[in-house]
């Protein structure tokens, strides 16, 4: 049996709008999906836009957002490694992969939202069949993807991200480019929530999407399932 290419794509963005505050990529967000990945003995690679360390939004450092995967995480010397030296996004190629996964964090509605060389490789992996899956904020880097006919992708079809109210929570909502809920909806998309803060992950054919950081083992169970048709 091959071994699954996983593709891990992080935020290079460290800066939260103009207030002066960091952010990044949400650690559990990462941490437990990448931990589910090398335990099914998948290969896992990681790049972002600009390639080397990727920002750690320093929220997700905080006491009460730890989980076992991140504490897992902070004593892994090869899974730092791997963060503080990422590949360059434009490096890498859908033929060297088996399913795409974005993290999020705040960071990617910055960086990875009309990024044209994630967009492109987006694209690339679902003609080719291929899982793409995101959780969080990160499904921002699939609100401009398009199908053959020139169509928003996700028009018509079943997602989740974070939530309005979610948002709103988190007293972001002013601070933010965009609200993701209200962006898939303009889409067209089948935009589906549960409560605020609960475990919620859906799937679309091969697309794979979480609500919020509680969601991503849920997102990397799902990917690991379909990889395993």
Request: proline fraction near 5%; charge should be negative.
């Amino acid at each position: 049996m091959s071994t699954n290419k996983i593709l891990v794509v992080l935020t290079s963005h460290s800066e939260m709008g103009n207030t002066g505050h960091k952010t990044g990529f949400w650690v559990e967000e990462f941490a437990a999906p990448y931990y589910a990945f090398v335990d099914a003995a998948a290969e896992v690679t990681v790049a972002t836009p600009k390639g080397g360390q990727a920002p750690i939004d320093p929220n997700s450092e905080a006491p009460d957002a730890q989980t076992e995967a991140t504490k897992r995480f902070y004593e892994d010397k090869i899974a730092q490694d791997v963060i503080a030296n990422t590949h360059k996004l434009s490096d890498m190629k859908q033929d060297d992969f088996d399913a795409i996964f974005y993290p999020g964090g705040h960071g990617p509605l910055w960086d990875l939202t009309n990024n044209e060389e994630s967009i492109a490789l987006i694209e690339s992996f679902i003609q080719a069949n291929k899982p793409i899956s995101s959780v969080c904020h990160a499904p921002s880097a699939f609100l401009n993807i398009k199908d053959s006919k020139g169509d928003y992708f996700i028009k018509g079809k079943v997602v989740t991200g974070f939530t309005n109210s979610e948002e709103a929570a988190v007293q972001l909502t002013d601070v933010v480019p965009f609200l993701l809920e209200d962006e898939m909806k303009k889409r067209g998309a089948d935009y589906q929530n549960a409560d605020s803060w609960t475990p919620f992950a859906v799937q679309d054919g091969l697309m794979i999407t979480g609500q919020n950081p509680a969601s991503s083992e849920l997102v990397a169970e799902k990917l690991l399932a379909q990889l395993a048709k």
